[in-house]
Nanobody, 117 residues
Framework: QVQLVESGGGLVQPGGSLRLSCVAS????????MGWYRQTPGNERELVAS???????NYADSTKGRFTISRDNAKNTVSLQMNSLELEDTAVYYC???????????WGQGTQVTVSS
């Protein structure tokens, strides 16, 4: 089992910045991918950004150039720096981890990001 605990999020004006952080604990040795998804009411959860243990990064088209994902394998953390936030970025953001050890995906509890003037 892997446990994910998120921090960060909150209310910000358009054009502002926020930083999300997530720390993994438990059977962390098997984690291959860590990243962030987001979800708005009535919609499916969508990928925001992800990072493999080898350093491969992947971004949603809507976040490229504005968001930066970083991962610290030694500390089992993943962070998401969000700049130039837009109203459309408002969502609940979930930390995600995929473990090759058991083939399972794990999720954090979610943190609300609200972009509003």
């Amino acid at each position: 089992q892997v446990q994910l605990v998120e921090s960060g999020g909150g209310l910000v004006q358009p054009g502002g910045s926020l930083r999300l952080s997530c720390v993994a604990s438990g059977r962390v040795f098997g984690i291959h991918v860590m990243g962030w998804y987001r979800q708005t009411p009535g919609n499916e959860r969508e990928l925001v950004a992800s990072a493999t243990g080898g350093g491969d990064l992947n971004y949603a088209d809507s976040t490229k150039g504005r968001f930066t994902i970083s991962r610290d394998n030694a500390k089992n953390t993943v962070s998401l720096q969000m700049n130039s936030l837009e109203l459309e970025d408002t969502a609940v953001y979930y930390c995600y981890a995929y473990s090759w050890a058991d083939g399972s995906a794990y999720w954090g509890q979610g943190t609300q990001v609200t972009v509003s003037s």
